[in-house]
């Protein structure tokens, strides 16, 4: 099983539509959760922190399951812009020092 | 401007010639690490510094090899490239990588080894 597991999609969806990724962890003592943007060639740029107790920014909302082990991303109103690559990444030793990346997940917002 | 530099962007070269990639960051940062992505595999921590003169091996350091002499460099260096490592490498920098620092990416080194 890998450490850090995402759907790689794509998820194909009308602008405007609500869509929700999740991402599952391998590592109950993982401390550190976060949402990166990934687009086409370019670098990863965070998106956001997952915080135990969930967390919003603007149309993006973010929240952690400790004990199912899985964080979701769920984006409201999308844009044509909302088009990229979402990684899930978590601190996958019990240090804290080292991150792994998901797969990740292409989102592809149509007209 | 804080950012994250590598050099070359782009490098073709031919197995066995030693090459390195450098990595600056301006940031001050004291964590920095090297990924490599992969299409189907992701982003694989390939080695991750968490100080000066401190470094440790990520998920897949077979074939490569890093200094940290300086805060501000990082650089990767294939000691006898083959054509497995032709990837497209990113260097990264945070304050820390266990609280919620973000990581900083250089601009990404696409590299092919025929």
């Known amino acids: 099983r890998k450490e850090v597991e995402q759907d790689p999609g794509p998820f194909n969806v009308p602008e405007g539509a609500t869509v929700a990724f999740n991402c599952t962890y391998s590592?109950?003592?993982?401390?550190?959760f976060f949402w990166y943007r990934q687009d086409c060639r370019k670098e990863p740029k965070l998106l956001m922190s997952?915080?135990?107790s969930g967390n919003e920014d603007g149309r993006f909302t973010a929240q952690l399951n400790r004990a199912s082990q899985y964080i979701s991303l769920l984006i409201r109103d999308s844009k044509l812009s909302d088009s990229a690559t979402y990684l899930c990444v978590v601190n996958t030793n019990n240090a804290g020092n080292m991150l792994t990346f998901g797969g990740g997940t292409r989102l592809m917002v149509k007209p | 401007e804080a950012q994250v530099t590598q050099n070359p962007r782009y490098l073709i070269t031919v197995t066995g010639k030693k090459l390195t990639v450098t990595c600056s960051q301006n940031m001050n940062h004291e964590y920095m690490s090297w990924y490599r992505q992969d299409p189907g595999l992701g982003l694989r921590q390939i080695y991750y510094?968490?100080?000066?003169?401190?470094?440790d091996k990520g998920d897949v350091p077979e074939g490569y090899k890093v200094s940290r002499k300086e805060k501000r460099n990082f650089p990767l260096i294939l000691e006898s490239p083959s054509p497995n490592q032709t990837s497209l490498y990113f260097c990264a920098s945070s304050f820390s990588p266990s609280d919620r620092n973000e990581q900083y990416f250089g601009p990404g080194t696409r590299l092919t080894v025929t």
């Open positions: 997952v915080y135990s």
């Open positions: 590592n109950s003592a993982s401390q550190s």
């Open positions: 510094s968490m100080n000066v003169e401190v470094t």
